[in-house]
């Protein structure tokens, strides 16, 4: 089967042996895997990477024991894994398990992956929009569930990648206002055309003022950073007012500096993070991409694995948002 590997800013395909099936390890075949932000430090890497891509939807094709998924089931294919046997993984927050076990690449034709990661896809559902569930929409989903996102209330997001977009997509699904933070211009377009009511530049000295006018007489409250940028993580901060929540969903592995008596004492401030949804959630899920048309918005370039190299240098350039990638074509 053909599997891709990333690395010294190339893509490329080769053929490695299809995988087989054992235990509650089975074997799915990939229609749809999208391109994730972290997936840019495998293809940066200096070494090559053989184990990217952790989203995508398919077909369950080879099982041997399996009590949950059987040959023919359309299924999305969750990110990463999890032991399947602590109260994390069975509670649906496998995401969270500290044991997780070998990880193999969705960037191939077949992946050999834990039962408990996949959720059904419903016959209603492409693959391409089921694979939104994954890192498209799954941790703005969590991070808006838990912060009790609803209509009338007003969202800051910065960073409108992927994920951001997911969440302003969502967002005004509910019938939130949003204001968005992002300085990239195809995404700022974007952020409009999806529904954003307001699109701000972080690089502007009085974003802090901007911010404050955009949400006029009405209280801010709630805030998500999905940039993972430290600068734009300190405006949310700074921007929700007194009893405000603050979701911290875009990947940052460096530190910001926090007051605890002026940030979070004297403002009552709570501050989440945020990782992918709970999979028990998975009909609100369903029904967010059955009846959201914005979420077909969210793709923005459709790839096969045949012009890979093209697909991770247009993402790179970041005029996309979600980039699929089609491994048989
Ligand atoms: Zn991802
Ligand atoms: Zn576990």
Same mark, same amino acid.
């Given at each position: 089967m053909k599997a891709l590997v990333l690395g010294n800013h190339k893509a490329y395909v080769e053929d490695v042996p299809e995988p087989q099936p054992h235990g509650e390890w089975v074997v799915v075949k990939i229609e749809s895997t999208p391109i994730c932000g972290s997936d840019k430090t495998p293809f940066l890497s200096e070494t090559e990477v053989r184990t990217a891509g952790h989203e995508g939807a398919g077909v369950v094709v080879k099982t041997a024991g399996s009590s949950r998924v059987k040959e023919g089931d359309r299924v999305i294919i969750n990110p990463l894994s999890g032991c399947g046997h602590c109260d994390l993984c069975l509670s649906g927050? @496998?995401?969270?398990?500290?044991?997780?076990p070998e990880f193999y690449t969705h960037?191939?034709? @077949?992946v050999l992956v834990q039962d408990f990661v996949l959720t059904p896809l419903p016959d209603d559902i492409s693959y391409d929009i089921g694979s939104m569930a994954c890192c498209a929409l799954g941790p703005a989903f969590r991070s808006i569930k838990r912060m009790n996102v609803k209509a009338f209330d007003t969202l800051l997001i910065t960073g409108l990648g992927p994920v951001g977009m997911g969440a302003t997509v969502i967002a005004k699904f509910l019938g939130a206002r949003v204001i968005a933070v992002e300085s990239v211009p195809f995404r700022q377009k974007m952020a409009k055309e999806i529904g954003a009511d307001f699109v701000l530049n972080?690089?502007?000295?009085?974003i802090n003022e901007q911010i404050k006018k955009a949400a006029g007489a009405d209280p801010l409250l709630k805030a998500i950073d999905a940039s993972g940028n430290s600068a734009a993580e300190r405006l949310c901060i700074d921007s929700v007012q007194p009893n405000g929540v603050v979701a911290f969903v875009g990947e940052n592995h460096s530190q910001i500096s926090i007051c605890p008596s002026d940030d979070f004492i004297r403002k009552n401030l709570t501050l989440i993070g945020s990782w992918h949804y709970d999979i028990n959630d998975r009909e609100e899920m369903y029904a967010l991409l059955r009846h959201c048309e914005n979420v077909g918005r969210l793709v923005t370039d459709v790839y096969g694995f045949s012009q890979v190299q093209e697909a991770f240098d247009k993402f790179m350039g970041g005029d996309t948002c979600k980039v699929i990638l089609k491994p048989w074509e």
């Open positions: 927050n @496998y995401i969270l398990c500290p044991d997780k960037f191939a034709q @077949y972080p690089m502007d000295k009085d």
